[in-house]
């Protein structure tokens, strides 16, 4: 099967991951996996959820928004109340970077990601939650330098990938054009020591056997680490 930039079946779009791009915020960077460009920026507040105003541990969330022109039709602004999918996308992120949080050394801060989606090619929430992190890991080592909590709170490094099945391949890492067209559609969130956080899968078309599912796992569990080591060289971690 040929696939952009003539990448194997296996293979990631060209990632890079920039950080510190946004002077105002804790933490920032901006991911871009092929045509998919999301800018991640990272919020410190004392603001706490009602619910946590006397809880022993902080929070960490998140909000997504594909910005009008990210796509080749005008995307409307979302106002007041965010559609279905936004407020999915939002969940997933927010699920994803507290999976590898320690809550208790947040006592009292709560950090809000922000996710926008500048261009979009397919795989937005799962750039996202890789962007999301490295955004997140930058504000939690800066409050640490700053003597606002005694431990560092990140338990392992997350990211996300999509993976799909067209004509009976696994496919990893899809475009839009992929994407729109793949008789199998997946998106696996797993940890740096291959702990899986959440898999999102649906047969758009045909179903899918046993055997095939692991290995759509394990097709999407191999660009996870690529991406990790990705994360840690934009963060300048060996």
Known sequence: MVRSNERSNTSLRPVSIETEVNPNA??????????THVLCTASVTTDLPEW??????????AEYAMLPCATSTRVAREKNLHAG?????QRLIGRSLRSVVDLESLKGY???IDCDVLQADGGTRTASVTGAFVALYIALTKMKNDGLMNVFPIKEFVAAVSC???DGEVLLDLDYGEDSTADTDSNFVMT??????????TAEKVPFSED??????HTARSGISQLINQ???ALGIK
């Open 212 to 217: 095939e599912f692991l290995e759509l796992l």
């Open 231 to 233: 994360q840690k060289e």
């Open 52 to 61: 946590l105003k006397n809880a022993s541990k902080g929070w960490v969330t």
């Open 85 to 89: 999918r936004t407020h999915e996308i």
């Open 110 to 112: 709560q950090i809000i």
């Open 164 to 166: 799909g099945m067209k």
């Open 192 to 201: 740096q020591s291959g702990k899986i956080v959440e898999i999102q899968g």
């Open 26 to 35: 804790a933490g920032s960077c901006l991911i871009k996996c092929g045509g």
